[in-house]
């Protein structure tokens, strides 16, 4: 059996300012194939990397990016000053233009839609502005696009069939992941680690599905779970894992 896929979560996140540039860099160079990012939708229609819908967490400045326009969510520095200090404060928020161009034709892509930035619109919602990017770049084929948001999905699913679509789960049971999984057309499923189980992995593999978890940033958390058949795992540290693998931790 393959080893689990190690999917840069927010890049090269415990070393480097999550979903900037610098992260996304840092994956590259430690060898990571496929990385993960997370898109909100600006005032203006633009789409920005960025985790949470505000800016205070990860940036000097506070606001809803949803009320914000790019150029005032460019303004702040996304360097992480409550994790990195003045290190990185030459970051900025990017675009998920940026970022695809950046990775593109060096690794696959996970692009999570935020739950906060969907709504009812379908043709000018996030998930339109994301498919007509990733289109825009040629990158149908490089890209995955996923989300806990099961409309999100549904909207996807009518945008871009040709689109990769994975469901995100917190909670959850193997008959709500195969239903939801069904109903939104999704061949790939993200269940949090904490709901893994030889049931839940059973139903995946009979539905034909791939199983993906997240956040693993310790090798022996790794070889424990590989039991399930995971397709990948999302983690903060790919680096550390890749090595692990690389030096024979599943053999």
């Known amino acids: 059996m393959a080893p689990p896929l190690v999917i840069a979560h927010r890049g090269d996140s415990a070393h480097r300012p999550e979903n900037t ?9 430690v060898g990571a194939a496929v990385v993960e990012l997370d898109v909100q939708l600006t005032a203006d229609r633009q789409l920005v990397v960025l985790h949470d819908v505000t800016l205070d967490r990860t940036t000097d400045s506070r606001g809803d990016v949803r009320r914000m326009t790019l150029a005032e969510v ?7 000053p409550a994790l990195f200090g003045g290190a990185w404060a030459g970051e900025r928020v990017p675009t998920l233009a940026e970022v695809l161009g950046l990775v593109r034709g060096r690794a696959r892509v996970l692009i999570e839609v ?14 339109a502005h ?3 990017v990733v289109r825009r770049l040629e990158m149908v084929d490089q890209v995955a696009v996923i989300s806990f948001e099961h409309r ?22 193997p008959d709500e992941v195969a239903r939801a999984a069904a109903d939104a057309g999704c061949s790939l499923v ?23 978890t997240w956040v ?9 779970l590989v039991r399930f058949g995971l397709y990948g795992v999302g983690s903060n540290r790919p680096g550390v894992l890749l090595d692990a693998v690389a030096d024979g931790l599943l053999d």
């Open 216 to 224: 693993v940033d310790e090798p022996e958390e790794l070889r424990r």
């Open 74 to 80: 460019r303004a702040a520095s996304a360097g992480y």
């Open 152 to 173: 999100a999905l549904l909207h996807l699913r009518t945008l871009a069939p040709e689109i990769t679509r994975g469901h995100l789960f917190g909670r959850t049971t």
């Open 190 to 212: 993200m269940p949090h680690k904490s709901q893994l189980s030889d049931a839940l992995s059973a139903r995946v593999r009979a539905e034909g599905l791939s199983l993906a």
């Open 130 to 132: 994301t498919v007509d």
């Open 21 to 29: 540039l610098a992260a996304f860099a840092g994956a590259l160079e």
């Open 114 to 127: 935020k739950g906060e930035s969907v709504t009812d619109e379908v043709l000018g919602g996030v998930e």
